[in-house]
């Protein structure tokens, strides 16, 4: 479990660009919870958009980044999201579901 | 210990069929004489109760295992607490233990009922357990534990037999999956909780509020000594006193059994009756008792005419009681009370006056009436249209509970006021009640509101912008197309196995689908053709048209679309949906989570107070990890709008999109969708298959009552000093719905059946399932236009 990586090759680039910088700047960790329990950490700062999270996630589990969806309370973590806006809190956990289809075949 | 009772040979939670020892149980349970046997009443009384639970759902399968030889009885899959035992009559079951269900039949019909009662009452004050002839044949094997009490496993195994026998052996055409070795969760008798617990398990059966049962339990009660638990001779009485000190009886399982059985008389009998039931509560004890007045009935009139019908209640206690409140064993040769109980009985006037002079704690959020004034010990909780009144107290409870349902009749009740105030101005009350207040309305209107507010009554949260947000008494009936839309949509389904939209398709649409029509026809209704697709795309600002749609669904990716229609990817966008699986909106193509999800929130942020439209991940997650995992998903919309347990009435519904099979490997994206329904104001859960038999109900059933007793828990957290409506109340019903003849609609049905319920789009009546595809492009396209047309 919790295997604690630091997963920031991205988030580099970001430059705050909020007022509050410094509370934005704050990394957090957050959890990546697969429908199986797994659980993957993350460390991001406040104002890092959450795809490039999802991206991670996906290109670490091999997935098509459009096959599974990641939710934060169960809504969907939409394009510009970022902890920040989300109002996340440290650990707080994304839940990771595969895409669902149905037809009845 | 009196174990003894209950040596009988007991072959460690396997019940056999005990034939009944003589003398050994249900001293006073059973009517004497004058009631017809069991055998004879049971045919009418199944047929009674199937109305009351069963009414309205004529479609339902459950199905149940075959637990008696020869007898097919369904079995409630008595899983976690998740279904209701005893609301549904048990066919089967119809001995012994069902008196008490013939019992809510008798009271109702017959006025004389109580009177039998009371003389029943009196007949075993005394204590002596008049020995039954227990008819064999009659007696449920299990529900008798002989002996040591087994332990809550194995009891459990009991309650389940129990249960699945009465609950569904009017269903012979059900089918239930074998339980899990679950029982309701309450159902269990808690192993923290002394033996008084046990008869719990009975419980179920008698829910159904017996009088006798009430009386057993009391003289059981009385003969119980304080710390020893006294093993309860599980008199088919069922009704276990229980001995958790609940000062408001919310508990999930007791009162809630009472409840719903007493609910379910109720519901469906409409103006015929009304029932009521007293838990007394001492902290140790409860007695019940299930009185009935004619309908319709103000409070003060059930009142005396509940004196005048049923004399006597008797109850026990362990606290002192002032002794000008009740004689003490009033009932001749009441079991002299042990341990310092006193066992009193008392008319209930006077019970509500001991009830006023008995010492409460400090009130919990109550309403001080006049009665504060005049009597510092007294506090009553009023809670708005709830009809009822509480009175929380550590040494005794009493409540009068008239079931919401009542509310919807046009009858109401009134509110009620206790002891001094009602002995004091009763006449003066009812007139002024009468004329002015019939009902704490619903919703509550504003001056008996500010009126509560000033008293400092405990008003659930939520409950002010409740009655804000629902100005509309009638804003929400029940969605129910009508038997013929359903066979019109069946038969226009039919034709709608088109592949893609193609000229020929286009005409053919044009002639027979009004709602997808491009172009007006003659003859059509200006009503009709203001709800088409074509108008609501030829009066859409921009010159979009079907064609349009057409191509969005068409086109191969995103640049050639945007060169076409720019605002498209952005309304894509906008409702997170890719255009792959926007493409899914084609004829044939299996409808993804995307747009489910995507549909969900339009409906959410449209829809009428009180829908809320769940994730399509949520069932998922619940089944696989638990209410933990999902307790927080529309956690303020769900609190917004009351929870599911506020005694307020609630318009609550939940709708949720169920990705099929819930359980299912987790890397599988699922084969078939289909439609849950929590409805809070009729407190039904459905389900909706378009294609029964692919999606496996009771799975949803149990999980969705994992759910329900996760908020149960979290809502009594959080309204400490209110009464919620019980979790056992809840209806599972299968809903007959249109039925898909095709292999990829699923999705299709569920959308349209949460556009229907959320939207109030009509789209069965208009016999436009197939157009549906249609519909859900312009919906996610040009969402506000969309609506503002075709929603209500």
């Not at chain 1, 704050?26 to 406040?46: A, D, L, W």
């Not at chain 2, 094997?141 to 309650?159: I, L, M, Y």
């Not at chain 2, 007139?431 to 008293?455: D, G, I, R, Y």
């Not at chain 2, 226009?492 to 044009?510: K, M, R």
Request: overall charge negative; glycine content about 6%.
């Amino acid at each position: 479990m919790a295997d604690e990586l630091e997963n920031a090759p991205t988030q580099e680039n970001e430059l705050p660009v909020e007022p509050k910088a410094e509370d934005a700047n704050t990394p957090i960790n957050i959890k990546v919870v697969s429908s199986t329990g797994e659980e993957v950490f993350f460390k991001i700062k406040r104002n890092t958009k959450l795809s490039k999270l999802q991206l991670a996630y996906a290109q670490k589990i091999g997935k098509d980044v459009g096959t599974i969806r990641f939710l934060y309370d169960g809504e969907r973590i939409q394009e510009d999201d970022t902890p920040q806006s989300l109002d996340m809190e440290e650990n707080d956990a994304i839940d990771v579901m595969v895409e669902q289809v149905g037809g009845r075949r | 210990m009196e174990t003894t009772q209950h040596s009988a040979p007991h072959t460690g939670g396997q019940s056999p069929p005990l034939p009944v020892p003589e003398g050994q149980y249900r001293p006073d349970s059973r009517p004497t004489g004058s009631f017809p046997t069991a055998g004879v009443r049971s045919p009418h009384l199944i047929a009674t109760n199937a109305e009351m639970a069963y009414s309205s759902h004529a479609d339902t399968h459950v199905s149940l295992p075959h637990l008696r030889a020869g007898v097919q009885s369904s079995r409630i899959p008595v899983s976690d607490g998740q279904f209701r035992p005893d609301s549904r009559p048990n066919l089967a079951v119809s001995t012994v233990a069902e008196p008490s269900l013939d019992r809510s039949v008798t009271e109702k019909e017959m006025p004389y009922a109580s009177v039998e009662i009371h003389q029943h009452i009196a007949l075993h004050a005394g204590g002596q357990s008049t020995p039954l002839p227990a008819p064999e044949q009659q007696y449920r094997p299990d529900s008798r534990p002989t002996g040591p009490f087994p332990t809550a496993g194995e009891r459990s195994v009991q309650v389940i037999a129990t249960n699945s026998e009465i609950a569904y052996a009017s269903h012979a055409d059900t089918q239930v999956s074998p339980p899990d070795g679950q029982c309701r969760r309450d159902s269990r008798p808690d192993p923290s909780i002394p033996t008084a617990a046990e008869p719990s398990l009975d419980r179920p059966v008698t829910g159904k509020g017996l009088p006798y049962a009430s009386t057993a339990i009391h003289q059981h009660s009385a003969s119980h000594t304080g710390g020893q638990s006294t093993p309860l001779p599980v008199l088919d009485g069922q009704y276990r006193t229980d001995d958790r000190p609940d000062p408001f009886f919310s508990i999930t399982g007791e009162p809630s059994l009472e409840r719903s059985a007493t609910n379910g008389g109720m519901a469906h009998t409409g103006t015929s009756g009304q029932s009521t039931v007293f838990p007394v509560h001492d902290g140790r004890y409860r007695c019940v008792s299930r009185l009935v007045a004619p309908f319709p009935t103000t409070f003060a009139q059930f009142l005396e005419s509940s004196v005048t019908n049923c004399g006597m209640i008797r109850f026990v206690t362990t606290q002192n009681v002032p002794p000008h409140v009740c004689a003490p064993h009033v009932c001749a040769g009441g079991q002299p009370p042990e341990n310092g109980e006193r066992v009193f009985s008392t008319q209930i006037n006077h019970i509500l006056e001991g009830i006023r002079l008995t010492p409460l704690p400090a009130p919990v959020g109550g309403l001080s009436l006049e009665t504060k004034a005049k009597n510092e010990n007294c506090k009553l909780n009023v809670i708005p249209s709830s009809c009822a009144i509480v009175i929380p107290s550590n040494y005794t409870t009493a409540r009068i509970n008239v079931h919401p349902s009542l509310r919807l009749s046009p009858i109401h009740a009134q509110p009620f006021l206790v002891g001094d105030v009602l002995r004091k101005h009763r006449s003066e009350f009812q007139e002024q009640n009468e004329s002015k207040v019939t009902l704490l309305p619903h919703p509550p209107n504003a001056e008996l509101t500010s009126f509560l507010k000033q008293e400092g009554t405990a008003i659930l949260s939520g409950s002010d912008r409740l009655s804000q947000k629902r100005s509309h008494e009638d804003a929400f009936p029940a969605f129910t197309p009508t038997q013929q839309a359903v066979e019109d949509a069946k038969s226009n389904f039919t034709t709608g196995t088109f592949q893609e939209y193609t000229p020929d398709i286009l005409a053919d649409v044009n002639e027979n689908s009004p709602a997808l029509r491009t172009q007006p026809k003659v003859g059509d209704t200006e009503e009709l053709q203001n709800r088409t697709i074509w108008r609501f795309l030829a009066t859409r600002p921009s010159d979009r048209n079907v064609s349009a749609i057409e191509i969005v669904l068409s086109s191969a990716s995103l640049q050639e679309l945007e060169a076409i229609d720019p605002d498209v990817p952005q309304a894509l966008s906008r409702q997170s949906v890719s255009l792959m699986s926007f493409k899914r909106l084609k004829p044939g193509g299996w409808v993804n989570d995307e747009i489910m999800n995507a549909v969900g929130r339009i409906i959410s942020s449209k829809a009428f107070p009180g829908v809320v439209v769940s994730s399509s991940f949520f069932m998922a997650k619940l089944a696989k990890i638990g209410y933990s995992a999902v307790c927080k998903w529309k956690k303020n919309l769900l609190d917004f709008y009351g929870g599911f347990y506020s005694p307020l009435q609630n318009d609550l519904k939940l709708l949720i999109p169920i990705s099929e099979p819930i359980m299912r490997n987790e890397d599988t994206r699922g084969t078939h969708w289909t439609f849950g329904l929590v409805d809070c104001r009729s407190r039904v859960i459905e389900y909706w298959d378009s294609c029964q038999g692919i999606g496996d109900a009771d799975i949803f059933f149990k999980t969705i009552m994992v759910y329900l007793h996760g908020r149960y828990a979290e809502e009594k957290g959080s309204n400490q000093n209110i009464i919620l409506r019980s979790p056992d109340q809840w209806v599972f019903k299968r809903r007959d719905v249109p039925q898909q003849t095709n292999g990829w609609d699923c999705g299709v049905f569920v959308l349209s059946n949460m556009l229907s319920i959320g939207l109030r789009i009509d789209f069965f009546q208009q016999q436009h399932i197939e157009s549906m595809r249609m519909h859900l492009a312009a919906l996610l396209l040009h969402s506000e236009e969309y609506l503002k047309i075709f929603a209500k």
